[in-house]
Structures are given as structure tokens and as C-alpha cells.
């Protein structure tokens, strides 16, 4: 995608075996939605992301992203991207973060195939400034696979300060109830090596 590409949409799509991203932009005008397209096996000659983004506004959703030589979904941060909305997508086996949101200063053309993984540490102003996502990275559980504790699971791992969200969904204060789902990815007053306890029932 290229030029004016305000409105676009791309959707219902089997995209597979390309030599680079199953969809990709280059210095777009307006903004693109991208949703319900299975994206698998691209990246023959490139490691390079599913779904590579550069602009801003864009929303990609209920995609299934995967077996890719790099990220799922990389955010190329030249020119300036923002506000860009990626929920509800189903990434496995990837080679690389399932959202990689590249770093400002970033735009070597390397940069805009595989995008450059997880955020240097969060430790002065400008860090936060200049990185993606102000230097905030996603948290990291403790482990990939949580066993039954009765009739839930505790999920825990650490966040950095600044990951915004809360545990459950709004309205709900203690584990969730069967069928409700659980935001496990987004975190409230979370320092720096915090442990997150979220537990999920059974059933949901």
C-alpha cells in the first residue's frame, strides 16, 4: 500500500507465500482497515512482519497471523505512526514479538522489513521519548503453560511501570466468572519487576 489509501479496506483474504509481508505500507496518506484475513508462511526471501504498518489511524483486527520469519505486526515508526489499533488477532509461531512497534529514530531499510524487537530499557526521559510505545514493553509471564489451581489458574509475570489497563474486565473485582474473559495483557499500578496475579476460571 501506497499514496492516498484513506478508507481501504482489506479483508476476507488467504495471503500466503510471498517473498516479504502478507500486507505491507509505505509512507501511506489517510488510514487502512485490516481484519478477518488468514496471513501464514510469507517471508520466503525476507524476514520481514505478517502485517507491516507505517502511517497512522490504521485498525487490524480478527486476523490469524502466522509461521512468519519475524514479528506479526511491525509499526514502522517513519514517518510518524500513531494511534493505530491492533486488537483481537490470533498470532503463533512467529519469529519475533506478535505487535513489534519499531523505535523513532529506526528507518534504515532493515528497519522497515523485520522492525528491531523489544524496547531498549526505560531508563531516562528521552528513552521514553524516542522509543515506541514510550519504551513501554508488554509484560512477560513467568512461564508458557499454568496449571490448575481448583477451579481457576493464576497467570503471573512482570510488567513495566506504566502498562495501562487493569485485570478483569469493568464491573467485575475478583476472579472472572465462567465465559467472562480477562484482559491478562494489560496491567494497572504495575511497577518494574512487579509479579501480576490474575486468575481466570474455568471456563472462561
Same mark, same amino acid.
Given at each position: &500500500?501506497a499514496?492516498?489509501i484513506d478508507?481501504?479496506q482489506?479483508?476476507?483474504? @488467504?495471503?500466503?507465500?510471498?517473498?516479504?509481508?502478507?500486507?505491507?505500507? %509505505?509512507k501511506?496518506?489517510?488510514?487502512s482497515?485490516?481484519?478477518?484475513n488468514?496471513?501464514?508462511f510469507n517471508? +520466503?526471501r %525476507?524476514?520481514?512482519?505478517?502485517?507491516? @504498518?507505517m502511517?497512522?489511524?490504521?485498525?487490524?483486527?480478527?486476523?490469524?497471523?502466522a509461521?512468519?520469519?519475524?514479528?506479526?505486526?511491525?509499526?514502522?515508526?517513519?514517518?510518524?505512526s500513531?494511534q493505530n489499533?491492533?486488537r483481537?488477532n &490470533? %498470532?503463533?509461531?512467529?519469529?519475533?514479538?506478535?505487535?513489534?512497534?519499531?523505535y523513532?529514530?529506526?528507518s534504515?531499510?532493515?528497519?522497515?522489513?523485520?522492525?528491531?524487537?523489544?524496547?531498549?530499557?526505560r531508563?531516562?526521559?528521552? +528513552?521514553r +521519548?524516542?522509543s515506541?510505545?514510550?519504551a513501554?514493553n508488554?509484560?512477560?509471564?513467568?512461564?508458557?503453560? &499454568?496449571?490448575m489451581?481448583?477451579?481457576?489458574?493464576?497467570v503471573?509475570?512482570?510488567a513495566?511501570r506504566g502498562?495501562?489497563g487493569c485485570?478483569?474486565?469493568?464491573?467485575?473485582r475478583?476472579?472472572?466468572?465462567?465465559g467472562?474473559?480477562?484482559?491478562?495483557a494489560?496491567?494497572?499500578?504495575?511497577t518494574?519487576?512487579?509479579?501480576?496475579?490474575?486468575?481466570?476460571?474455568s471456563?472462561s
Amino acid at each position: &500500500f501506497a499514496g492516498n489509501i484513506d478508507g481501504s479496506q482489506v479483508y476476507g483474504n @488467504l495471503v500466503c507465500a510471498n517473498d516479504g509481508s502478507g500486507v505491507a505500507m %509505505f509512507k501511506p496518506t489517510g488510514s487502512s482497515r485490516i481484519y478477518d484475513n488468514d496471513i501464514r508462511f510469507n517471508g +520466503r526471501r %525476507f524476514r520481514s512482519p505478517g502485517i507491516s @504498518l507505517m502511517g497512522s489511524g490504521h485498525e487490524v483486527s480478527d486476523n490469524y497471523v502466522a509461521f512468519q520469519p519475524g514479528p506479526g505486526v511491525g509499526v514502522v515508526a517513519y514517518p510518524k505512526s500513531e494511534q493505530n489499533l491492533v486488537r483481537n488477532n &490470533f %498470532f503463533r509461531q512467529l519469529d519475533g514479538l506478535s505487535v513489534d512497534l519499531g523505535y523513532n529514530h529506526n528507518s534504515a531499510v532493515s528497519d522497515y522489513q523485520f522492525i528491531d524487537g523489544p524496547n531498549p530499557p526505560r531508563n531516562s526521559r528521552q +528513552r521514553r +521519548r524516542d522509543s515506541a510505545n514510550a519504551a513501554i514493553n508488554a509484560p512477560e509471564f513467568d512461564a508458557y503453560v &499454568f496449571p490448575m489451581e481448583g477451579s481457576g489458574v493464576m497467570v503471573t509475570g512482570r510488567a513495566a511501570r506504566g502498562a495501562w489497563g487493569c485485570g478483569p474486565l469493568p464491573g467485575d473485582r475478583g476472579a472472572a466468572r465462567p465465559g467472562q474473559a480477562v484482559r491478562v495483557a494489560a496491567v494497572c499500578g504495575s511497577t518494574s519487576g512487579t509479579r501480576i496475579p490474575v486468575w481466570i476460571t474455568s471456563g472462561s
